[in-house]
């Protein structure tokens, strides 16, 4: 039987933890992840799991010893954010490129510096071109569900690839929220007893060598799989998200889309933000605006053609990020979505907002302030940046 | 957004908001509603002002923004009347629910408000006689169930009793001093 109960997203996420029932987790603390580990460590010292927790000095170390257990075959977890997600980024392409199905529970929260350890999705960003399938949850409820799914999708045969699920750092990590934690039992059934052995690399009676030295003549097409793979997984994704939808009733996409169906102006989101956006559209659509939103739940692989096609009656979009590439081109999600409209007959015009860093307040009136300037689209700058002072 | 009732505690860092907010997130989960809670996002350090927020709602909440405009406010410690704005955006209808031997209309005189409904109670007073120190958490939600009615005392007592037999397997006098704390206060309190 399932039950409602009070968790934080951090609660929920070591919850999963516990009843995916792990092999291996290796992990070091850090705020705001330190938690899930925190918890998890506990269920390992009451004998409520069958997990081998090694306690390493560094998310370096945390990260190396993910790889060297997956490689053996078995299944693995770790948990980590900001500056451990960093100090991960030397391993984290090893992992996808050696097919690694790691699962990573990940606190996005922003990097130094200055020192910050509120949310937002600059940790997480900085690693989406490492190979990792990565997906962002609006509440507790998405990131427990989210969890279980990827470790179905992760050790997918097609995909084989390593995956994390984010919360929001605080927002959500540390919010108590009502969530349906689902039967141990049926958790287990849905992902399955073991990974399968024939993934195995490292294998006493078949002994081969592993992260070699891969130069001209074969290092590229070792590489590229790695993006097939990324581009397979959407499909797994999506059954998987069925098959959940079918045995657990909540069902769950590449994309979410929130009154989108005849919208005229229309924000993109990822995370927590989502939520609060939703209050807004819904006192947009009171006064007869008709707003929309659509939330990226998978950002990598990234729905290009989905996302497309959801926004191709939009008459003006915003597109919300919270964190910056840098490159004075705006943030990461508007870049990928604006490349993705290019062969587009039909498309909106689209602005960028960049908002929340460092866990910046973001609330309804700013939200209405988006929406506001979506009015005179054409007098918009490429790239803004929300509730900054001057 | 109208179904939502937001809630905001005041304490210093030791004296339990955060506790108080997560116990009545529960219980109120437990009476079928929906609910968040969550402290103040920052370094607590103990002694320090801390504040503490509870959304509790008939309808799924998705908001996940501060809560700056409170329905009702709990201040776990009078002192901090002197130092922080505790009325900071409570309506002309709020509730203002504060742990004193001040009587309400002295509170309203300090706190120069001019709307809105003040309670008091002395909860300190009585989880030192009750539980045997001074945490004033558990009694002021006796207090904020008759000031507000937002449930019913015994279903929420209930329910905090069986969490705080979970928290406190050790101490079970604990458990009881809670309960008989959070019973006094809801007879106690007085308001205007």
Known sequence: MSKIVAKTGNEAMAEAMRQINPDVVAAYPITPATEIVMIFAKYVADGLVDTNFVAVESEHSAMSACVGASAAGVRVMTGTSSQGLCLMYEILPIAAALRLPIVMCDVNRAISGPINIHCDHSDTMAARDFGWLQIFSENSQEAYDSLIQAIRIAEDPRVHLPTMVTTDGFIISHCLDKIEILDDKDVTAFIGQDRKANNRLLDLKNPTSVGLLDLQDYYFEHRVPVAQAMKDSKKVILEVADEFAKKFGRKYGLIEEYKLADAEVAIVALGSTCGTAKVVIDELRAKGVKAGMLKIRVFRPFPAEEIVKALSNVKALAVLDRSDTWSAQGGQVFTEIRSAFYEAAKKPKITNFIYGLGGREIDLPQLHTVFESLKNIDKQPVVQYLGVRE | ?192
């Open chain 2, 1 to 192: 957004m109208d179904s939502t009732v937001e809630i905001r505690w005041h304490g210093r860092g030791g004296q339990g908001a955060k506790t108080a907010a997560l116990l009545l997130g529960e219980a109120a989960l437990s009476l079928g509603k929906n609910i968040q809670a969550f402290p103040e996002y920052g370094p607590e350090r103990m002694g320090a002002p801390v504040a503490s927020f509870n959304r509790i709602s008939s309808e799924p909440i998705t908001i996940h923004c501060s809560i700056t405009n409170p329905s009702i406010v709990i201040v776990l410690d009078p002192t901090l009347m002197d130092s922080v704005d505790v009325t900071a955006g409570l309506p002309d209808n709020g509730v203002i629910i504060v742990n004193t031997k001040l009587c309400p209309a002295d509170v309203r005189k300090q706190l120069k408000l001019k709307g809105g409904k003040v309670f008091t109670v002395d909860a300190s007073g009585i989880s030192k006689e009750l539980i045997g120190r001074e945490i004033p958490n558990t009694p002021m939600m006796g207090a904020l169930v008759k000031a507000t009615g937002l449930f019913d005392i015994e279903s929420m007592l209930k329910d905090t009793e069986a969490k705080l037999k979970k928290k406190f397997a050790a101490k079970p006098e604990i458990v009881q001093g809670n309960v008989d704390a959070i019973r006094r206060a809801y007879k106690e309190v007085i308001g205007e």
